[in-house]
Every structure is written in structure tokens, then in C-alpha cells.
């Protein structure tokens, strides 16, 4: 095969220099001459291409791949039994809200690996123009929620460091060190009470239910439950509550009961944030600390804030893109990575060629390289946000993209962007996206960071406990779980977030929802995001397309470019001819999704992860 190739290969070579780009040569020739001539990019305006058409019937006989369709409202969750719950809010007519927070809390019961009471995570809500009673927001307003864990109050910089100055990755993953303060109960309950319009009760009914009387488990349970076992088994209450066969966890179909966290979710329904924070939970949180050497005191759970956020803002193809702000790294980074690549005729390179895959894969190095150096807790550090989002900087760093190869990641490094170009300004992560009938949107990721945290649940609450300390920065160049490097502006301080890169994302299209969605999968998530994106607008593909097709991934650091099976091997054979090296890993990311269009409810659950459900109604 390659020796066939090969003659073809070198006559485009002597003809045009750009062997690389097989499959679309001329569109490549051209691309070759315009960057040349305009070094910077001469792109002040978006180039407009023939798959922009918002009003394209979706349904197509050439789809391999179909949504789910709904007329009223749409859920799609990683789990069957909480995508249920948030349906039945929207067909008694709570709004997306009611429905999002109910989805949030039953997923800490029914999918325990990374729905939790116990984490923290993100909310991005859009507010329909329609004035809702009793609504704490503006009609047409999208905020952006942030519920992420902070550091303890004693947590120190150098905290996770042996003693020879090595990052010791046991104590920031797997000991109550790794606990960061958990915001997911302080975020839901604030987001129902500002804008809800369902009861408290309500909203946690099904997550009491479920974890009182049990839920059947399926095989993705069961196998997760196996798989971290020996870790699970260090926590006493981990033990009692997952594996009550024996050491076993209950068998496929047999139902798991979590009597403790039903107590919890009775409190929260009863005391509302305050039982959590300051009350019964409190306590015991508290004792089960001190017993294990934790950190965290009385005074960092009564200190917890939400914070309600200017979500990031970016235009890409006439779509408006509104993503997560730091803390998190995944809005800024999608916003950059769609500025790199707006100029860039992506639809008529095609969907991964390897043309487009090379744009791509530069793009991302480019912004994973900034992520590494500019990116942390903006309460803490001078993160330049609109400096990393805006065309100028693009323009500056598109201009650095050799368009015939790949530039190693040696030789990329963190680029310059100004601190205010414009005036002032695991898979074990899981995602939801609502969208109701009076135009709410909403996009939610949130996590225990590593599949079931730290492992361990504290005595007496049912609640398992994140690791999210490990998302800090042990040290400049030390990685966390994910392999992503950070740097000053994301080491530990007392009261700090740690940077994530969680990206719920919402797309509007002339003011209106147009796509809510996001995903897990640690430093993929916002490669993950792009692409279904991209697969939308630039590919016209429907979302379930755009969601089941094969993903690739670059992170600068390590220099792999990691692609899922299913690509093809020419397309693979193009770009290790121009410098990358290629890695087939696991399948990435596990998005769910829901598409507003013409009057209807297009929705997917990500095959990548079993138990998902789109459901409308
Ligand atoms: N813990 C994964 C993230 O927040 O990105």
C-alpha cells in the first residue's frame, strides 16, 4: 500500500510542495499562496461557507446516524434514570433549570463515579426571552456558574511534595488531603433558588427515592465498580455501601441502596445548602476529616461561595459560542482554538482529512501550550482572558502554524497575549444538557475529578469525596492525572480554585439556543467540545453524526497526536508523513448534547459511554 502511494506522494511533491495534503491539493495550494502572501492572516471577517445553513432540514436519507426528536423539550444525561427524572420536571412544567437541577442530584446517586454531592463543576444557563415569574435573571441573559471545589484555608503551595521535592501523586489523588472544599450542593441549590421555579423538595424527590429504595446496576456500574475495588476497599463506608455481596458489588440488575445518602439528600431537602455547609452533614464531613488528617475545617465548608461568572464569548461562523470562563480552561481554549481555525475553509478540507486534522492538532498545541502557563483561578492570578480570546492573538499565533508540517512541541512554547486586548474585562467527569420550550438552555459538567474521587465516602453521609486538589499544580511542569502541565498562576494557595477544563458550552444562533453541550474525559474535554462543534458547523452533520464521529486529540505536552480507532489508515499514513506522532488510545470524551432547530428538539447521548439517555417529549 505505501509503496503504491509513494510515486503519487513525490510527483505532488515536485508539483506543489504539499504532499501532505492529498485530499484536497488545490484547496491546499490555495491556502499555501494566501498565507504566504499575509503572514498575520487576512482574515478580518469570518470566511462563510456552504455548510452554514441553520435551516437545513437535519433528517437526511445519506445520515448514518439519527438524534432523538422531540417538540417540547429535551434531556440528554449519561445515565438512563436521571435523564428520566429531569424529563418528568419538563412535562409538569418546570423550566430547563428545575429540570437540570434535578438531573444534578440524581446523578449523584445513580451514576456515583461522577455525579456527586461530594465535587464541584460548572453551569452554563441561558434564560429564555420569555419573562419567567419569580426569575432572578434577565430575559436573554447566559450566566456562568461556578461551583468548582476551592483549596482548604491550611492547604499549602508545596503541599503534595516528598522529600526530595517530587510531586507525590498518592497523597494528591487517593488521601483526604486531595479533598477540595465541594461546591456541587452550594451551586445546585443556588441555581434552583435564583432560577427555578420548582421546590427544593422536588427537585431532590427522585434522588431520594432512588437512593432509599435502590436502583437496579448495569454492567457500566458493575465494571466500574470492579475496576477500582482495591482503592474502594481502603474506605470502610465505600466498602459497606458498594460491595455489600461479600466484598462484591451487587450483581448486574440486583439494586444498589444507599440508605446513608438518601439521609443526606433528606437533609439537604429539609435544610436546604446550610445542612451540607453548616449543619448535620457539616458534622459529620468534619469528624470523618479529623479521624483521616484532612483538611478541611468548619470554617472552609460555612466560607463556600458559588460564584456567578461573565461567561467567555466567542463568534465562529456567525454562531455565538458562550463557554466556561476560568477557573476553567475549556471555554477560553475552544473560543481560541475556533478564532485559529475560522479562516481555515474546514468544510471543503473536509471532515478528518488530514488537512483539517493538522489544523487542528496545531491549533490545539498552540492553546494546550498557553493553557500550561496563562491559565488558573483569575481570584487569584492575572489570567489574560480576553487576551487569549481575542482574533488579534489568534492572528498572531495562526501565523506560526506551518501549514506543510508538524511543529514539534519543543519548539512551541506559551505565546504572549496581552492582559486586555479589548477594554476591561476520566472519563470520571460527567455532563448534562437541557433545553425546555420557553427558551432555557442549559449545559452542566461536573466531577469528582478521578472516577469515584478519592474513593472515599464519608462515614455516615453516603457522600464520596473528589480529588480535585490533584487538579493544582504540584509544581511548574509536574502533571496531574491527565498529563497537563501547569504553572504558577495554577499552584495551591489557601481559598483557590484549581484550574479545570471542564466546558459546558452553549451556541447561539441569532440570539437564540441553538446547542447545548459538553462532556467528560479529563484534558480531552475541550478537544472533545471543538470537534462536536465543528462537526455541526462546519460539517452540517446532525448531532448524532457530530457526535459518534471519530475524535482526535493534541495536548502539546506529551508530543502525540492521539486519534480513536476508526480512522483511516491513509489519512493516518498522511500525517505521520508530516511529522506527527500517532497514538490509537481509548475512546475520548462521552458528550451529551441538545440542538435547538426549526421549532424542534434534536438531541444525543455519546455511544462512548453506556447507560446515556437522550429523551424528549
Ligand atoms: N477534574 C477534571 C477537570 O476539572 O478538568
Not at 441561558?126 to 482548604?152: N, W
Request: a neutral charge; glycine letters at 10%; hydrophobic letters at 40%.
Amino acid at each position: 500500500m505505501k509503496n503504491l502511494l509513494r510515486p503519487t506522494l513525490e510527483k505532488a511533491n515536485v508539483n506543489s510542495g504539499i504532499s501532505w495534503l492529498r485530499p484536497a491539493n488545490l484547496m491546499t495550494a490555495l491556502l499555501v499562496a494566501v498565507v504566504t502572501a499575509f503572514p498575520a492572516g487576512p482574515w478580518a471577517e469570518p470566511v462563510s461557507t456552504a455548510s452554514i445553513q441553520p435551516e437545513k432540514a437535519i433528517l437526511a436519507d445519506r445520515d448514518i446516524f439519527h438524534p432523538v426528536i422531540a417538540e417540547n423539550g429535551m434531556v440528554s444525561s449519561q445515565q438512563t434514570l436521571a435523564t428520566e427524572a429531569g424529563v418528568a420536571v419538563l412535562r409538569q412544567g418546570g423550566n430547563a433549570i428545575d429540570a437540570a437541577v434535578t438531573v444534578g442530584f440524581t446523578l449523584a446517586v445513580t451514576l456515583p463515579r461522577a455525579g456527586n454531592l461530594g465535587g464541584g463543576g460548572f453551569m452554563l444557563i441561558h434564560l429564555g426571552r420569555d419573562e419567567q415569574s419569580g426569575i432572578d435573571g434577565k430575559p436573554g441573559q447566559t450566566v456562568a456558574v461556578d461551583y468548582r471545589e476551592t483549596a482548604p484555608l491550611t492547604a499549602a503551595k508545596d503541599m503534595f511534595l516528598d522529600e526530595t521535592g517530587q510531586a507525590d501523586t498518592r497523597e494528591s489523588r487517593y488521601s483526604y488531603r486531595a479533598v477540595g472544599v465541594p461546591g456541587t450542593v452550594a451551586g445546585l441549590t443556588m441555581i434552583l433558588q435564583k432560577y427555578g421555579t420548582i421546590s427544593l423538595e422536588r427537585a431532590l424527590e427522585p434522588a431520594i427515592h432512588l437512593a432509599e429504595n435502590g436502583f437496579p446496576v448495569d454492567r457500566g456500574l458493575y465494571e466500574s465498580l470492579i475496576v477500582v475495588k482495591k482503592r474502594m476497599a481502603a474506605s470502610p463506608a465505600s466498602l459497606e455501601i458498594f460491595y455489600p455481596n461479600e466484598g462484591m458489588p451487587p450483581a448486574i440488575g440486583e439494586l444498589l441502596i444507599q440508605k446513608d445518602l438518601a439521609w443526606s439528600l433528606r437533609q439537604i431537602a429539609k435544610h436546604g445548602a446550610a445542612a451540607f455547609y453548616t449543619g448535620a452533614i457539616a458534622e459529620k464531613l468534619l469528624s470523618d476529616m479529623s479521624a483521616h488528617q484532612g483538611l478541611i475545617t468548619a470554617r472552609d465548608l460555612a466560607g463556600y461561595q458559588p460564584v456567578i461568572r461573565e461567561p467567555v464569548r466567542g463568534n465562529y461562523r456567525g454562531y455565538e459560542i458562550l463557554s466556561m470562563p476560568p477557573p476553567s480552561s475549556g471555554g477560553v481554549h475552544i473560543i481560541q482554538m475556533l478564532n485559529l481555525l475560522e479562516p481555515f475553509p474546514i468544510a471543503e478540507l473536509g471532515h478528518n482529512t488530514a488537512a483539517t486534522i493538522h489544523l487542528m492538532a496545531q491549533s490545539m498545541k498552540l492553546a494546550y501550550a498557553d493553557r500550561a502557563v496563562h491559565l488558573g483561578d483569575p481570584d487569584f492570578a492575572p489570567v489574560p482572558t480576553r487576551g487569549m480570546i481575542s482574533r488579534t492573538y489568534a492572528d498572531e499565533l495562526r501565523a506560526l502554524i506551518d501549514l506543510k508540517r508538524d511543529t514539534p512541541s519543543a519548539r512551541i512554547s506559551a505565546g504572549r497575549p496581552l492582559p486586555h486586548q479589548l477594554p476591561a474585562e476520566s472519563n470520571q467527569t460527567t455532563h448534562f444538557s437541557v433545553m425546555d420550550n420557553r427558551g432555557n438552555a442549559v449545559a452542566n459538567t461536573y466531577t469528582l475529578n478521578l472516577s469515584f474521587g478519592t474513593k472515599m465516602t464519608a462515614a455516615g453521609t453516603g457522600i464520596l469525596l473528589n480529588n480535585q486538589m490533584d487538579d493544582f499544580s504540584a509544581k511548574p511542569g509536574a502533571p496531574n492525572a491527565y498529563g497537563l502541565i501547569g504553572g504558577e498562576f495554577n499552584a495551591i494557595a489557601p481559598g483557590k480554585r484549581m484550574l479545570s477544563s471542564m466546558s459546558p458550552t452553549l451556541v447561539l444562533h441569532k440570539g437564540v439556543p441553538y446547542l447545548a453541550t459538553g462532556s467528560p474525559g479529563g484534558s480531552r474535554i475541550i478537544t472533545t467540545t471543538l470537534q462536536v462543534l465543528m462537526n455541526v458547523i462546519d460539517h452540517g452533520m446532525n448531532i448524532a453524526s457530530a457526535t459518534n464521529a471519530v475524535r482526535v486529540h493534541h495536548q502539546w505536552q506529551p508530543d502525540k497526536l492521539r486519534i480513536e480507532s476508526g480512522l483511516g489508515l491513509d489519512t493516518i499514513r498522511l500525517l505521520e508523513e508530516m511529522g506527527y506522532p500517532i497514538e490509537t488510545r481509548d475512546a475520548m470524551g462521552g458528550t451529551q448534547s441538545v440542538l435547538f432547530q426549526n421549532g424542534l428538539f434534536f438531541g444525543a447521548s455519546d455511544p462512548r459511554r453506556t447507560g446515556g439517555l437522550t429523551l424528549g417529549y
